[in-house]
């Protein structure tokens, strides 16, 4: 369907047999600690009551992986079923590297146990409630991506860059519409890989590198017991004169310019209308977007900058609008 519209495209048809129930698509956005997933209404609404979050150990076992996937695909059947709906199809957003036509993992630094397993037949044996229902993976920065520029903050854009930051950093491309990749379904542009300081710009911009820059800030100054990046968030927002709170704000400040840094020329390149950014450190967007919009630079060929909409459910909806084509 073209980009700019928001529902889906489902098919009422499901192993080969004429369904009388409503379509719906399972999404599925699996990360490190948690899997997050929803049914997909048709007109691109996640059902009510189908949002939910299974723990999941990226350095457990291949059984550990793999159950739970089938505990998500299972518990979506029955809530599917019970709302009077069938799975057409079922879209998954997943770290790389991945082979996504295949559906195999070929990751090592996550999900090591499963690299070179293919989930679509692991889970078809699993659970014969969806045996023959379409399956698509794609990277989790292209879901997002995706799901931000059909229901989110980059609506109506066909040009648009998207940079989703947490455990790591990861970057997405779509031009005139289409998501531009490796050939492989693998980001068209590593960013996480590019030269920063004394390593690469996901050492700066990331979790682990808001932790480091905010221990480098607060240079002895005080002390703080294992703070998260939320924490530093809130110690940012707080009063100068609490203590940290300088340190935190320079932290978020020297990673939203190292990031700009970093993207400018890629941007200048690619030339997006709109440049959004997410990932869960998108949420403190406001303490890193002043620096960032300013190492970018100003000009009339620079993207309009903004966090996403949909932070916590655009892997979500971009891996349900995929998954809608197959």
């Not at 299974?54 to 695909?73: L, M, W």
């Not at 009063?239 to 400040?253: H, N």
Request: proline share 6%.
């Amino acid at each position: 369907p073209p980009c700019q519209k928001t529902g889906l495209r489902v098919t009422s048809v499901t192993n080969n047999k004429k369904m009388t129930s409503s379509p719906a698509i399972l999404a599925l956005d699996a990360g490190g600690t948690f899997f997050k997933s929803a049914l997909v209404l048709p007109s691109g609404e996640i059902l009510p009551g189908s949002l939910r979050s299974t723990p999941a150990n990226s350095h457990g076992t291949a059984g550990e992986i793999i159950a739970a996937y089938v505990d998500i695909f299972k518990n979506a059947a029955a809530v599917a079923a019970a709302a009077g709906l069938h799975i057409s199809a079922a879209g998954i957003s997943t770290p790389g590297p991945f082979d996504y036509e295949n559906c195999t993992s070929l990751m090592r630094h996550k999900f090591p146990a499963i690299h070179g397993v293919n989930l679509r037949d692991a889970l078809a044996a699993a659970v014969p409630e969806i045996r023959g229902v379409p399956l698509r993976f794609l990277s989790d920065a292209h879901a997002f991506l995706l799901g931000e520029q059909r229901a989110g903050a980059a609506r109506g854009h066909e040009n648009v860059c998207a940079v989703t930051i947490g455990t790591g950093l990861g970057f997405g491309v779509m031009q005139n519409g289409k998501i531009r990749d490796n050939g492989a379904g693998g980001p068209f542009i590593v960013l996480f890989k590019k030269p920063c300081r004394d390593g690469i710009i996901e050492d700066c911009v990331s979790r682990r590198g808001i932790l480091r820059l905010f221990r480098e800030k607060l240079a002895g100054t005080g002390r703080f017991d294992k703070p998260d990046v939320a924490d530093i968030a809130a110690l940012a927002r707080r009063p100068e004169t609490a203590a940290g709170a300088g340190a935190a704000r320079a932290a978020f400040a020297e990673a939203g310019a190292l990031l700009g840094e970093t993207l400018r020329p890629v941007l200048a390149d690619l030339a997006p209308e709109i440049l959004v950014i997410g990932g869960q450190i998108s949420k403190s967007f406001d303490l890193l977007a002043a620096p960032l919009r300013a190492a970018i630079g100003a000009g009339n060929n620079k993207p309009e900058t903004t966090a996403a909409q949909n932070p916590d459910t655009a892997a979500l909806l971009g891996s349900a609008f995929a998954a809608a084509t197959l």
